[in-house]
C-alpha cells in the first residue's frame, strides 16, 4: 500500500513539473523574410577603360565628344545593357588612310556609337548574332557590322574594316567590353568605294648556285664511257699476255 502511495505522488510531481515548465517556456521568434539582394553596382566605364586595357585614346574620343555619357546610361538605366568593342590605342595610331582627322564632329561621334551594341551579348551569344548579320550598332540607321563566330573566334566586318575580338576585357550583365585591333570604319561615313587589300609578293625566284653540278643530258643511268687511255693499256696487256703463252709453247717443246 505505501509503494503504491509512493508511486501516486512521484507521477503527480512529474505531471505537475511539465505543465509548469510549458507554461513559463518562451514562443519561438517569428522567421523573419531574408532582406532583399542588394543592387549590382554599375561598373564605372571611365575607369574601366582607363585600367583595363591601352584604351586612352578611345576613351579620350568617348569623353570629348560626351559618347562617354551615353554608354555609361545605356548600361546603368536600361534593361537591355550594352556591348562596346574597344580599339587600342594601337590601332589608332596605324591609321592612316582613311583617318579621322578629317571628319566632322558629328562624324566622329557616329564612329563611335558604331562601336557598340545597344545591347548585352555574352561571347557565347556571337554564334547566334552571327546568323543574324548585318546587326545595327547603337548609330542606328545604315551603321551596320557583320558578325562571324567560327568555334568562338569572333571576327567583325565593317566593310572598310576586318578585325577579331582579341580579348574581353568585361562580360557581366549588363556591360560587356570586348577588344580589337582596328578601328572600326562605316561604310555610311567612307563610303563603299573601299579600295582593294594588296596581293601578296610573290615568293623571290632562287637561282641554282655556281657549284651546283649539271644533270647529265643521257640521265644517270647510262654507263659512263671508257677513256682512250684506259683502252690502249687494255690492248697493250692483251698482247703481252701472249708473247708470254707463246715463249712459254717454245720452251715446252724444246724439253720434250
Do not use: R
Request: hydrophobic content about 40%; proline content about 8%.
Amino acid at each position: 500500500m505505501g509503494g503504491k502511495l509512493f508511486f501516486m505522488i512521484i507521477s503527480m510531481l512529474v505531471v505537475w513539473c511539465s505543465t509548469s515548465v510549458n507554461s513559463q517556456s518562451v514562443g519561438s521568434p517569428p522567421i523573419s523574410s531574408p532582406a532583399p539582394a542588394p543592387a549590382p553596382e554599375h561598373v564605372n566605364l571611365t575607369h574601366l577603360l582607363s585600367y583595363a586595357g591601352p584604351f586612352h585614346t578611345f576613351l579620350n574620343y568617348l569623353e570629348k565628344t560626351k559618347v562617354l555619357e551615353t554608354f555609361q546610361n545605356q548600361a546603368n538605366n536600361t534593361e537591355e545593357g550594352i556591348t562596346i568593342f574597344a580599339p587600342t590605342d594601337d590601332a589608332f595610331s596605324k591609321l592612316k588612310n582613311p583617318s579621322l582627322s578629317n571628319l566632322t564632329d558629328d562624324q566622329i561621334k557616329s564612329v563611335l556609337l558604331f562601336h557598340a551594341l545597344s545591347h548585352y551579348y555574352s561571347l557565347s551569344d556571337f554564334k547566334n548574332l552571327s546568323k543574324m548579320s548585318p546587326v545595327m550598332t547603337y548609330a542606328g540607321g545604315q551603321y551596320t557590322l557583320n558578325f562571324t563566330d567560327v568555334s568562338g573566334d569572333v571576327s567583325i566586318d565593317s566593310g572598310w574594316t576586318k578585325t577579331k575580338v582579341s580579348s574581353s576585357v568585361v562580360a557581366t550583365d549588363p556591360i560587356a567590353v570586348y577588344e580589337i585591333k582596328n578601328v572600326l570604319l562605316p561604310e555610311a561615313i567612307f563610303g563603299t568605294d573601299i579600295p582593294p587589300t594588296a596581293a601578296p609578293a610573290p615568293a623571290p625566284h632562287i637561282a641554282p648556285s655556281a657549284d651546283t653540278p649539271v644533270a647529265d643530258v643521257g640521265g644517270s643511268n647510262s654507263s659512263p664511257k671508257s677513256s682512250p687511255s684506259s683502252s690502249c693499256k687494255i690492248s697493250n696487256l692483251g698482247l703481252l699476255t701472249q708473247l708470254i703463252l707463246a715463249i712459254a709453247s717454245g720452251v715446252v717443246l724444246m724439253f720434250s
